[in-house]
């Protein structure tokens, strides 16, 4: 089967998480074709040489660790015509090159609109249709109201209609819509390929450098060991250690890490979830899908959700890594073989129309 696999260049978790279900599709002879942009598409483009081609994604815009409605609108309407332009000439190459027989989106709008302008089945894989096709069990307090409000239209309006809809999560919620599966968050073969241990460190990951005081505010306890990943440095602070970025340092830190705080990114929190590491989530503001994880987190009882990291939420956190540790050791998943068998039976129905229900 033909495939069209669109993967946005917005963070490399859609790209390392795309980059595993892309490869099992070359295993099982599907022939695959893949759009992206910035970094998705350099990483793509390394791991499947003449399968990638680059287009002009959508960017978020931040200040002061927030997402910036004004910024993020204008940064899109200043680079809105070259990047029009680009693509378009881009959905001219693959017409002459690639005739797709269906189309796989992770939250990309590119391979969606191709698929709608050529008729074509588009299956959805990733984590944030949860918002708008699940019910949520977890409170949502008032200044987080238009942020779901926010987060549940760019949902509904980025993927609509779409034959089947591939959830990964690590939290169960009851689906309010048809053609939806819930699946297990997908593992790169690195993090499945770990053997989890308890060493004396606590892993800190700080997607968004701006955040001065981190340091400071880790040295306000003394008897911990924190390496810290962001910063891309290698400095010794007492018992900060800041780590430039390697994956396989990385990886061992984890595996070996007694907890992990982070913010509240899908990628790690699920890593961090499957190899059982308690986890403290401090969202970074105005994403409610990152207020859904870090609530999600503290609700199965997996760590807690904190607005802010202070020394005191991080004792408060260190202090009841035995009691998440009992919640994280009920969690099962295996590898992503979920993943693959509805993926797979999917593809199979689009492939044999006769075959639906």
């Known amino acids: 089967m033909n495939i069209l696999y669109g993967v946005p260049g917005e963070g490399l978790g859609h790209a390392t998480r795309s980059k595993v279900v892309i490869g099992h599709l070359l295993s099982q002879g599907h022939n695959v074709c893949v759009v992206s942009s910035s970094r998705a598409y350099q990483m793509l483009a390394a791991n499947f040489p003449g399968r990638v081609h680059e287009i002009r994604g959508f960017h978020l815009a931040y200040k002061n660790l927030t997402v910036s409605k004004a910024r993020t609108a204008a940064l899109t309407l200043r680079s809105a015509p070259e990047n029009l332009r680009v693509n378009f000439r881009k959905y001219r190459e693959l017409l002459c090159d690639f005739e797709p027989d269906v189309v796989i989106s992770d939250f990309e709008s590119f391979s969606f609109l191709f698929a709608k302008w050529k008729d074509l089945p588009v299956v959805s894989i990733d984590n944030m249709q949860i918002i708008s096709r699940a019910a949520l069990d977890v409170p949502v307090p008032p200044q987080e109201r238009p942020n779901l409000t926010l987060a549940r239209q760019i949902v509904r309006a980025k993927l609509p209609r779409s034959h089947h809809y591939l959830i990964t999560t690590f939290f169960r919620l009851p689906l309010l819509k048809e053609r939806t599966t819930l699946v297990p968050p997908i593992l790169r073969p690195e993090v499945l390929a770990l053997a989890p241990t308890r060493g ?45 970025f390697s994956e396989q340092g990385f990886l061992q830190d984890l595996a070996s890490a007694r907890a992990v705080v982070t913010n509240g990114g899908f990628s790690l929190i699920s890593e961090a979830v499957y190899l059982r590491k308690p986890i403290c989530a401090v969202p970074i503001p105005a994403q409610f899908e990152q207020f859904l994880n870090a609530a999600e987190v503290e609700k199965l009882g997996y760590g807690r959700h904190f607005e802010a990291l202070t020394p005191d939420n991080l004792r408060a956190f260190l202090y009841d890594l035995s009691g998440f540790e009992a919640a994280l050791s009920t969690y099962e998943q295996h590898g992503n073989e979920a993943l693959f068998a509805a993926l797979e039976s999917i593809l199979a129905e689009v492939a044999h129309p006769a075959t639906r229900p």
């Open 200 to 244: 004396t460190h606590v892993l800190v990951y700080q997607s968004a450098t701006t955040q001065q005081n981190l340091i400071a505010q880790l040295q306000q306890l003394p008897g911990q060991e924190f390496r810290v990943y962001g910063f891309n440095k290698e400095e010794n602070h007492g018992n900060v250690q800041l780590r430039a």
